[in-house]
């Protein structure tokens, strides 16, 4: 559908209004503060207040769930809370920029031939594998954009797909 001119400014005003600026990304340096920002504020704690602990009890009006207490040993796998390196890299604010860099440059769009899904359920795919060489790993060119869906088809034949997708790559 086409919008005329009118509406078209009418858009851009409401956009204005509410201080997004239309048809322009946040900038690199934009995500990254913005990712900071949100690492600096707990997911769980959604800015309420988190009931502290008064000796051995909880605070008034918080029910002590079963996790709260120590419960033993530590299970038969447990290494000390050492986590690997690849998930330390996973979880740093770079490789959450890798992803929206990957995102923007594909328009959140999948880039599997014949699929073209534009949603919310897409993921950044490692063109390289990570186990193959790491020094790829906040590489944009290395990441394609696929959906759950393609993404799953493809996994265990990375292979066979890998000069498909940096043909896609170069293309951009």
Sequence with gaps: MKHTEETKKKISDTL???????NVLPSREQCIENLKKAWLIPIWNKGKKVPQLIGNQHAKGHKPNKTSFKRGQRPWNWKGGISSRLRKLRESVEYKVWRMDVFQRDWFTCQ???CGYKGKEIEAHHIVRIKDNEDLII???????????????????????????RSIVKTK
């Design 16 to 22: 204005k209004s509410k201080g997004i600026k239309p």
């Design 112 to 114: 599997m031939p014949g």
């Design 139 to 165: 590489d944009v060119k290395n990441g394609i954009t696929l959906c759950k869906k393609c993404h799953l088809k493809i996994r265990n034949k990375e292979k066979d797909y890998e000069e498909l997708f």
